[in-house]
């Protein structure tokens, strides 16, 4: 009962001893030393009513006293002095304030503030908000833990030295820093989802915790439309995931996913918060298009076919809002659907023409696609060809290699 | 806590406004220098003369040697600066946001160590 309790509380803890103690490092000591106490002293003299503010009230306590000890190790007047206010400046719990929820709003937007770079952003995210190891965010990023740890200790020096504050932002500016944090969670899900089609076995879950983190912004930032779109992108794509790979870690496209292998709770909630999303009135955010696309896709069974038009249609809404390559790419597939394959070439080879994309192995991955279509298996190969040159990762590669090899043997 | 904001803009651009455009500008740096003196943050500020009237002096092997021009030769030169006191790096950056220069240039926000006593 004590660790459930310790589960449910030990992030809400943490924040708000945060923005009392100004000190991520101090904050995760002091949440540590409230733990062992309730530890020790619960089971004699039971569960306290607030079991939340009285690990904030004992961490807050533990830390001070810490301070205060440091004082007297310290033979320099000026840093005893330093340390004496320091202790001062030690925030109280107002116990009645139900402002926890806040607090962990603000550390989210403080791990997220446009002035650390985005590594550090998501690194300090992962580590501070979702409470993953240090060890656990390195290896999800492929990096040694040293190198994670030394980036998150520039990250904190960065907050400390220029006095980053912990705080929810002003109004003025606050869809803005939104977009930051929704950047933040769509990069930490983006590469959970490339990992389940990487080559390395990746064992911490980084679509689980996205989506929690989506959760938890939608809880703390009720009715706003791009948190509620980039929740919604999450589910239906995460709704898929076991279809996406075959057994024998091979991609399997959409077109050939075994639908009962869809998370069909997942899709219920994506697709309803597709709708909440499109009712709050304002411009439309680009991860509400985008979900409502992949709910399109959730959408159609065997009995129902896509509604490729309206994919369309939607593709070209999200073009005037973040006209990208990839996402040029995906609206050329979808006209495909409608307009044909010769139809679909012309767009992917102006797209070529511009340049950026040379190197983007799905760019002739649907150039070849296109030409297959069209009966011109020479130039198809030629396309697969270049696909597979700039391919990285490995179960892509296959599918390519398969598909070059068809065309081979007509 | 202080920052010093260094305002950086490309010179050349500057070259090309008109008398009218001068004005404005400088009318626009006034009242922002004014607004933060109300404000209370306001420490310092100056407007810099161009590189072109800049040396750089360098002590190597006991040996002073100074040379014409900037320390480095920057796509955007710095102008001017000011030094400002804020309670944390959002109120010092909506400062940075307000100066006239931001617009076109660049503005650095660097926070300055506390004196030592």
Same mark, same amino acid.
């Given at each position: 009962?004590?660790?459930?309790?310790?589960?449910?509380?030990?992030?809400?803890?943490?924040?708000?001893?945060?923005?009392?103690?100004?000190?991520?490092?101090?904050?995760?000591?002091?949440?540590?030393?409230?733990?062992?106490?309730?530890?020790?002293?619960?089971?004699?003299?039971?569960?306290?009513?607030?079991?939340?503010?009285?690990?904030?009230?004992?961490?807050?306590?533990?830390?001070?006293?810490?301070?205060?000890?440091?004082?007297?190790?310290?033979?320099?007047?000026?840093?005893?002095?330093?340390?004496?206010?320091?202790?001062?400046?030690?925030?109280?719990?107002?116990?009645?304030?139900?402002?926890?929820?806040?607090?962990?709003?603000?550390?989210?937007?403080?791990?997220?503030?446009?002035?650390?770079?985005?590594?550090?952003?998501?690194?300090?995210?992962?580590?501070?908000?979702?409470?993953?190891?240090?060890?656990?965010?390195?290896?999800?990023?492929?990096?040694?833990?040293?190198?994670?740890?030394?980036?998150?200790?520039?990250?904190?020096?960065?907050?400390?030295?220029?006095?980053?504050?912990?705080?929810?932002?002003?109004?003025?500016?606050?869809?803005?820093?939104?977009?930051?944090?929704?950047?933040?969670?769509?990069?930490?899900?983006?590469?959970?989802?490339?990992?389940?089609?990487?080559?390395?076995?990746?064992?911490?879950?980084?679509?689980?915790?996205?989506?929690?983190?989506?959760?938890?912004?939608?809880?703390?930032?009720?009715?706003?439309?791009?948190?509620?779109?980039?929740?919604?992108?999450?589910?239906?794509?995460?709704?898929?995931?076991?279809?996406?790979?075959?057994?024998?870690?091979?991609?399997?496209?959409?077109?050939?996913?075994?639908?009962?292998?869809?998370?069909?709770?997942?899709?219920?909630?994506?697709?309803?918060?597709?709708?909440?999303?499109?009712?709050?009135?304002?411009?439309?955010?680009?991860?509400?298009?985008?979900?409502?696309?992949?709910?399109?896709?959730?959408?159609?069974?065997?009995?129902?076919?896509?509604?490729?038009?309206?994919?369309?249609?939607?593709?070209?809404?999200?073009?005037?809002?973040?006209?990208?390559?990839?996402?040029?790419?995906?609206?050329?597939?979808?006209?495909?659907?409608? +307009?044909?394959?010769?139809?679909?070439? +012309?767009?992917?080879?102006?797209?070529?023409?511009?340049?950026?994309?040379?190197?983007?192995?799905?760019?002739?991955?649907?150039?070849?696609?296109?030409?297959?279509?069209?009966?011109?298996?020479?130039?198809?190969?030629?396309?697969?060809?270049?696909?597979?040159?700039?391919?990285?990762?490995?179960?892509?590669?296959?599918?390519?290699?398969?598909?070059?090899?068809?065309?081979?043997?007509? | 806590?202080?920052?010093?904001?260094?305002?950086?803009?490309?010179?050349?651009?500057?070259?090309?406004?008109?008398?009218?455009?001068?004005?404005?500008?400088?009318?626009?740096?006034?009242?922002?220098?004014?607004?933060?003196?109300?404000?209370?943050?306001?420490?310092?500020?100056?407007?810099?003369?161009?590189?072109?009237?800049?040396?750089?002096?360098?002590?190597?092997?006991?040996?002073?040697?100074?040379?014409?021009?900037?320390?480095?030769?920057?796509?955007?030169?710095?102008?001017?600066?000011?030094?400002?006191?804020?309670?944390?790096? +959002?109120?010092?950056?909506?400062?940075?946001?307000?100066?006239?220069?931001?617009?076109?240039?660049?503005?650095?926000?660097?926070?300055?160590?506390?004196?030592?006593?």
């Amino acid at each position: 009962m004590i660790e459930e309790i310790f589960r449910r509380e030990a992030g809400r803890v943490l924040a708000t001893l945060i923005r009392l103690l100004g000190d991520f490092d101090l904050a995760e000591e002091a949440r540590q030393e409230a733990f062992a106490a309730a530890i020790e002293q619960w089971p004699a003299h039971g569960v306290p009513a607030n079991p939340r503010a009285w690990l904030i009230k004992t961490g807050r306590n533990k830390a001070v006293d810490r301070i205060r000890r440091d004082i007297l190790f310290r033979t320099k007047i000026a840093d005893r002095e330093y340390a004496s206010a320091a202790a001062d400046e030690v925030g109280t719990p107002d116990e009645a304030d139900d402002t926890f929820g806040d607090d962990r709003l603000r550390l989210i937007f403080t791990c997220c503030h446009p002035a650390l770079n985005a590594e550090a952003q998501i690194a300090l995210t992962l580590r501070e908000v979702c409470g993953l190891s240090t060890q656990a965010v390195a290896r999800a990023f492929i990096v040694s833990e040293e190198t994670m740890a030394q980036r998150l200790v520039r990250a904190k020096k960065k907050i400390r030295d220029a006095a980053i504050p912990y705080e929810t932002p002003d109004s003025s500016v606050l869809d803005q820093r939104i977009e930051g944090v929704l950047a933040v969670v769509y990069g930490v899900f983006t590469e959970g989802y490339a990992a389940t089609v990487g080559s390395d076995l990746i064992d911490v879950e980084l679509c689980g915790e996205a989506i929690r983190l989506g959760r938890l912004l939608d809880a703390l930032l009720p009715h706003n439309a791009a948190v509620m779109g980039l929740l919604a992108l999450m589910l239906l794509h995460d709704a898929r995931r076991l279809s996406r790979v075959s057994d024998a870690g091979d991609v399997v496209l959409l077109d050939d996913q075994d639908r009962s292998r869809w998370d069909q709770s997942e899709i219920a909630q994506g697709l309803a918060l597709v709708d909440k999303s499109l009712r709050v009135p304002g411009q439309v955010s680009p991860y509400t298009v985008q979900a409502a696309i992949a709910a399109l896709h959730a959408r159609a069974g065997e009995n129902e076919p896509t509604d490729w038009p309206q994919i369309v249609g939607l593709y070209e809404v999200l073009l005037r809002l973040q006209p990208t390559p990839v996402i040029e790419l995906n609206h050329a597939v979808a006209v495909s659907m409608v +307009d044909g394959a010769a139809r679909a070439l +012309d767009l992917v080879d102006s797209l070529a023409a511009r340049g950026k994309v040379t190197e983007y192995h799905l760019l002739h991955a649907a150039r070849g696609r296109f030409l297959h279509q069209l009966g011109r298996p020479v130039e198809a190969r030629e396309a697969y060809r270049n696909a597979l040159n700039t391919a990285t990762l490995e179960p892509e590669r296959r599918l390519l290699a398969a598909r070059l090899a068809a065309l081979k043997s007509q | 806590m202080n920052y010093l904001l260094l305002i950086y803009t490309n010179e050349a651009e500057f070259a090309g406004l008109g008398q009218s455009e001068l004005k404005k500008l400088t009318d626009e740096y006034m009242e922002f220098t004014k607004s933060i003196v109300q404000a209370g943050h306001f420490k310092a500020g100056d407007r810099l003369k161009p590189v072109t009237a800049a040396s750089t002096v360098r002590v190597r092997n006991g040996k002073a040697i100074t040379t014409d021009g900037p320390f480095a030769e920057t796509r955007e030169q710095l102008g001017g600066y000011y030094l400002i006191e804020a309670k944390n790096l +959002d109120e010092a950056t909506a400062i940075a946001a307000r100066i006239p220069g931001a617009r076109f240039g660049s503005i650095e926000v660097r926070p300055v160590w506390p004196p030592m006593t």
